[in-house]
């Protein structure tokens, strides 16, 4: 049995249902930003796929801009969760609540 | 290739002066008037970007279809311009910026004000995905920009958190379209996706639906459209003042208008026949609950920045209808109405940033008694509160009208229920807006202290609250060129 285009958009699916459930679940930053990685590798993996399956090379160019695009988006996250930690001592999400009215 | 570079001549400008911003940071450092200098770089730069913006020749697709020239991109193009400019200068008379880093504050203005600008003029999903993170990423770095500061690293860490995950969804989402249609251009999207609807098989309904919203959630998160808007208020409060009066204006319009294209060019729009999907409808309950509950919110809001930042969503609920209603007279409408909400919301902000100058709170009390401890600063604000409020005969008014008068010619009930929820939201707005201003002119401020406004203060004030005036009773030229703008003339 070969790998088709359904089962590509299946393991996308499932990672997009991970990132998300990662993302509602987790009170830590750095594993909310993980499960926010999981939901664009998801949508990168789509696009492939479906440029790999006759919809010509744009899904491919996405898909680098893609990568550089998350590799950006992780740097600025990440700076500011460090930022954070410095002035809060955690990095737990939940406890940034200080403007509740 | 000439053509196409010279139809991105602003944006080119805007990323010179970003460099050389940068290079004369390092080459001032140590001198007292750095930042002085450094705003009158960006301001130089901001102009030359508005100059050639203003001799672009031509109008038609660029880039292989990537960008497109056209009026209402310029229109929008030229009001970011403005909006940067604010920013920078809101920051150079706010104390909240740290002198030692204005130069990373004007880098950032400046490249989120480009992505500003190239956004708007996008025709391709890419490139919409690529503008979006342009703006964004600079905005998450300036929310944060108080290092020290707890509330402003908070409003940092959610504005990412939440920017990032709208980020992932909208990219999943262009993927289904991406899959559906084959093509990321948005106009031969409308035509490929109408032949896959056509074969009615129905994984291409869900897929359909799917990338519409989750594309869409991406935008709507942008212009803090409700559901999407729970990082607003936090990100709005913590931010340094200047980066808030920023993001409320620029990065909001520019999702607005981003949403316009890719709707009306990507879905097929009402005025052309029937859209794919039924987005007006989508659109114009996102609006009707974006005011709804932007107000209702505000109006238990004791910290003044954090009623405006309530207020700014519901603005955004405004912007929507027209954006649902989707005919040239509501994007002329849109298009007058951003301007105006841009003058009025950045006075607004630049009112509390001078309070706070002062006394150092944004909470209520300190705005008893405004009207005889600083007149100038309390008229002016008065001005930008009642013309947010929609009151004859300031902008707003003039604004409102034009948005719910295009909603109304549609003439099909959603509209017209539309229509009213957007005048019953106005006279809900009154109440706290009032509330400022009775606190402002009848409350006793005994003991606190005078906030006389700083003269360049007090001068950016009436630069923003005489328009706002002149605006309200000769509105002609600006609606004339709305309509350029939108393709009426």
Not at chain 2, 168 to 184: D, E, I, K, P, R
Not at chain 2, 237 to 259: C, E, I, N
Not at chain 2, 392 to 406: C, H, N, Q, V
Request: with cysteine; hydrophobic share 55%; net charge positive.
């Amino acid at each position: 049995m070969s790998v088709g285009l359904p089962h590509l958009m299946f393991l996308s699916a499932v990672l997009l249902a991970l990132g998300l459930y990662t993302m509602v679940t987790r009170r830590n930053a750095v594993a909310i930003l993980m499960g926010v990685e999981l939901v664009l590798n998801a949508g990168l993996l789509n696009l492939v796929a479906f440029s790999r399956f006759g919809r010509g090379i744009d899904g491919q160019v996405f898909g680098v801009f893609g990568v550089v695009l998350a590799a950006a988006e992780a740097v600025v996250a990440l700076a500011i969760v460090l930022q954070v930690f410095r002035a809060m001592r955690s990095v737990d999400a939940s406890r940034a609540d200080r403007m509740k009215e | 290739m000439g053509t196409n570079l010279w139809s991105i001549l602003p944006e080119l400008v805007l990323a010179g002066t970003l460099v050389l911003v940068l290079a004369a940071d390092l080459l001032l450092r140590g001198r007292p008037d750095r930042p002085g200098a450094l705003t009158l770089m960006a301001t130089l730069g901001l102009l030359g970007a508005g100059i050639s913006l203003a001799t672009l020749p031509g109008t038609g697709a660029f880039f292989d279809g990537l960008v497109v020239g056209d009026p209402l991109g310029r229109f929008f193009r030229g009001l970011f311009l403005v909006a940067g400019a604010m920013g920078i200068w809101f920051g150079l008379l706010s104390e909240e910026v740290p002198r030692t880093r204005f130069g990373e504050f004007v880098v950032l203005i400046l490249a989120a004000t480009m992505g500003t600008c190239l956004l708007v003029q996008s025709r391709n999903l890419l490139m919409i995905a690529v503008s979006l993170e342009l703006i964004s990423l600079p905005s998450y770095a300036l929310a944060g920009f108080r290092r020290g500061d707890r509330l402003s690293s908070e409003a940092a860490l959610k504005y990412v958190l939440y920017g990032a995950a709208s980020t992932g969804l909208m990219l999943y989402g262009m993927s289904l379209l991406y899959g559906l249609a084959g093509t990321l251009d948005l106009p031969s999207l409308a035509p490929a996706l109408g032949r896959e609807l056509a074969s009615g098989a129905p994984p291409v309904r869900l897929g359909l639906a799917m990338g519409g919203l989750f594309t869409l959630a991406g935008l709507a998160y942008k212009v803090s459209a409700v559901p999407f808007h729970a990082w607003a208020p936090d990100v709005y409060q913590g931010a340094p003042t200047p980066v808030t009066a920023f993001l409320s204006v620029g990065p909001k319009a520019a999702g607005v208008a981003a949403m316009i294209r890719f709707l009306s060019e990507g879905f097929g729009s009402s005025a052309t026949g029937q859209p794919f999907f039924p987005w007006p409808v989508v659109i114009g309950l996102i609006a009707m609950a974006t005011m709804t509950v932007g107000n209702l919110a505000a109006l238990a809001q004791d910290n003044v920045k954090r009623l405006l930042a309530w207020s700014s969503i519901a603005h955004a609920g405004y912007l929507l209808v027209g954006v649902s209603v989707g005919t040239p007279e509501a994007i002329r409408a849109v298009a007058l109405y951003a301007p105006v909400y841009l003058l009025m919301n950045l006075g607004a902000f630049l009112a509390v940033l001078a309070v706070r100058h002062r006394t150092g709170a944004e909470t209520m009390a300190a705005y008893r008694g405004l009207g005889t401890r600083s007149p100038w600063i309390a008229v002016s604000l008065t001005v930008f509160l009642f013309s947010l409020t929609g009151l004859p005969p300031l902008a707003g008014f003039i604004g409102k009208f034009y948005l719910f008068a295009a909603a109304l010619e549609v003439g099909r009930p959603f509209f017209l229920v539309l229509a009213l929820v957007g005048v019953l939201n106005s006279v809900i707005s009154l109440y706290y807006y009032a509330r400022l201003v009775r606190a402002m002119f009848l409350d006793r401020g005994a003991g606190l202290p005078s906030v006389a406004a700083p003269r360049p203060v007090a001068w950016l004030l009436l630069v923003l609250a005489v328009p706002t005036l002149v605006l309200g009773l000769f509105w002609s030229p600006l609606a004339a060129l709305a309509s350029w703008a939108a393709g009426l003339s």
